[in-house]
């Protein structure tokens, strides 16, 4: 890259795009006032990149064939190892394509970015190196990570591991899948509507999107700032508990971290839950789209909670339905803005990657081969700029109105209580179909109707299983105070020690 200084005859055009008249003697004088500004530039291209080396410099990577690859779960493989011993060692991990791994291919669910390499590590993965747990490779993820579906990613469907022809849950959707098949240990998962905690429920799965900004996104492909997490999926609440330990705390980059409370979350666990008092969210159920199997176990789950001592009261947070008009509001603008800025977000702090900079110039070159979801959301952002943010203003002017709604219930209880997802897994779409458009659709966007609002006003929630019906795993969604995981986790402890969820 490097910077080329407009002429006069630029300088005219680019002031009649702004609806200004500018003459040739006009356009020369603005020339010569540019010129300090592409001195700046050119001084620019000739800095060094200002980017961190990785810390475990060995990078070995391949392509899964399909016999190691039988859910099509895995964007590639790898054997990267951190430092000997440590809190993970023994422990293998999968990383979310979205999340820089330097020197290993990154495609965040695209062909487009399929051979991007990038430059440096993400800091959740210098820290799961750091604690010593070996990074296996790379999880398949939706396309631009937009959708609560598993069938839009360029590599193909990510299969449940329940049942092969439906749905994981998306879009962290190999991660779900390669803990929930045991292919791996650990996993990461990012969440800007749903995406750790879809299809944890999907898949059978815990995942863990903590308080926004308790992680660091530094390195990651994110959406939007105000609603971009990372955090865990594991098999097990005790996991999840110890994985958070690793990966939470400052990075000194994350514009996102801001009074940010680390705990001991692994102290939580095997704590009685007598006093705790939860909430169970009456607009969380009885979706018009939902299923009253997925409602019937939650409830029943909640008075096994009961049974263990917790107090269980229900709730009423009418917000919660307005909640997803909110979110909405803040992707529909905040994804556009990140993709004209092929993948950079304004004001976004810590390092950027050029490699995945120069790649996204696919997402509108190649933007016919994108799945019908994509080709939706370019649309309304497009469609948006008409109203030159009014609506992403509006939305960020009612985040603490939402955030106040389940304020004003948590000071009443300790934790809240509803469905993950208001169905289970459903069927993949039939690709190339108008039905399997309307479905793909249905995935991506439906399955976030209980999910979304915690991105947008950034409360921990956990997606445990609780139940399997009809050979489909049903999620329980637990949601906390602000930095209160620890209290998720000694309710999601308790109940997962109490019974096997895959009992009848």
């Not at 879009?171 to 899948?177: F, K, P, Q, R, V």
């Amino acid at each position: 890259m490097s910077y080329q200084s407009p002429d006069a005859t630029d300088i005219r055009c680019l002031a009649g795009e702004l609806g200004l008249e500018m003459s040739e003697p006009e356009a020369q004088r603005y020339l010569g006032w540019l010129q300090p500004f592409a001195a700046g530039y050119a001084a620019l291209d000739g800095l060094p990149s200002g980017l961190p080396a990785p810390r475990y410099p060995e990078r070995r990577w391949w392509r899964a064939d399909d016999r190691d690859n039988p859910l099509g779960a895995w964007a590639v493989r790898t054997a990267l190892t951190g430092r000997p011993g440590g809190r993970l060692a023994g422990r293998t991990i999968a990383v979310k394509d979205n999340i820089l791994v330097a020197g290993v291919p990154l495609a965040n669910g695209t062909a487009f970015l399929a051979d991007c390499l990038p430059e440096f590590d993400a800091t959740v993965v210098d820290r799961l190196l750091d604690a010593g747990g070996s990074i296996a490779g790379k999880s398949v993820c939706e396309y631009l990570c937009v959708s609560g579906g598993s069938a839009t990613s360029a590599s193909g469907p990510v299969h449940n591991p329940h049942r092969r022809g439906y749905a994981a849950g998306g879009s962290s959707s190999g991660s779900a899948a390669l803990v929930a098949a045991g292919a791996v240990d650990l996993a990461l998962g990012c969440d800007q509507g749903g995406s750790i905690r879809i299809p944890a429920s999907w898949s059978g799965t815990c995942g863990m999107k903590p308080t926004h900004g308790l992680v660091p996104y530094t390195g990651i492909m994110g959406m939007e700032e105000a609603i971009d997490h990372v955090g865990p999926i594991t098999a097990n609440v005790a996991d999840s508990a110890l994985m958070l330990e690793v990966l939470a705390g400052p990075d000194g980059h994350d514009g996102r971290q801001r009074a940010v409370v680390v705990q001991p979350y692994t102290a939580a666990l095997g704590q009685p839950i007598a006093d705790l008092r939860i909430g169970v969210v009456r607009e969380g159920f009885s979706h018009p789209l939902g299923d009253a199997v997925v409602d019937d176990c939650v409830q029943a789950a909640a008075a096994r909670l009961a049974a263990l001592g917790a107090t269980v009261m229900p709730v009423s947070i009418p917000r919660h339905l307005q909640g997803p008009a909110i979110w909405g509001a803040l992707v529909g603008d905040g994804l556009w803005a990140t993709l004209r800025l092929r993948g950079i977000g304004m004001n976004m702090a810590g390092p950027t990657s050029p490699q995945v900079h120069a790649a996204m110039q696919g997402a509108f070159d190649r933007a016919a081969e994108a799945p019908v979801n994509i080709k939706l959301v370019m649309l309304l952002g497009r469609w948006l700029e008409r109203y030159r943010g009014a609506y992403y203003g509006r939305a960020r002017n009612l985040i603490p109105w939402l955030r106040a709604g389940y304020d004003q219930a948590l000071a009443q209880v300790d934790l809240l209580l509803l469905p993950t997802t208001v169905t289970r897994a459903r069927p993949h779409p039939r690709a190339g179909t108008p039905a399997g458009d309307d479905e793909t659709l249905w995935q991506a966007f439906n399955c976030v109707l209980n999910t979304c609002q915690f991105d947008a006003t950034g409360h921990p929630a956990m997606s445990i299983p609780c139940g399997l019906r009809d050979g489909l795993p049903v999620g329980m969604m637990l949601v906390g105070r602000y930095f209160d995981e620890p209290t998720i986790y000694r309710a999601a402890h308790a109940f997962e020690q109490a019974g096997d969820w895959r009992a009848p």
